[in-house]
């Protein structure tokens, strides 16, 4: 279906790191650890950093508003697609990032 508002989720996985490029926090990335649900007329990706945001208390962002990268986290998500951290290891997250060139977990 073309138009409409209609969200492709397909793009985006737990795990992946994105990149904001919409908003005060863009250049910022994140580690998408919820999907939208396609049934909501307003999906948002929960997002977590090493710093701010965690897993419990995520960023919901519009995924309009995010780059998608090719990197991601691994032992994020299990087998069955369910986010098993409890937070984002700071030190694996900075690594993730390192070739990014964005700003991480210290917003620099």
Known sequence: ???GGVI???EYRLGQIVTSIKGKDAGRAYV?????DPDRREAR???ADAGRFSVDRPKLKNPKHVQATSRVMEGVASEDGVCVV???DRGRFCSALS???GRGANGA
């Open 32 to 36: 998408v650890v919820g999907l939208p």
């Open 45 to 47: 990706l929960a997002l």
């Open 99 to 101: 070739d990014l060139g």
């Open 86 to 88: 409890g937070n984002i």
């Open 8 to 10: 492709c989720v397909t």
């Open 1 to 3: 279906m073309a138009g």
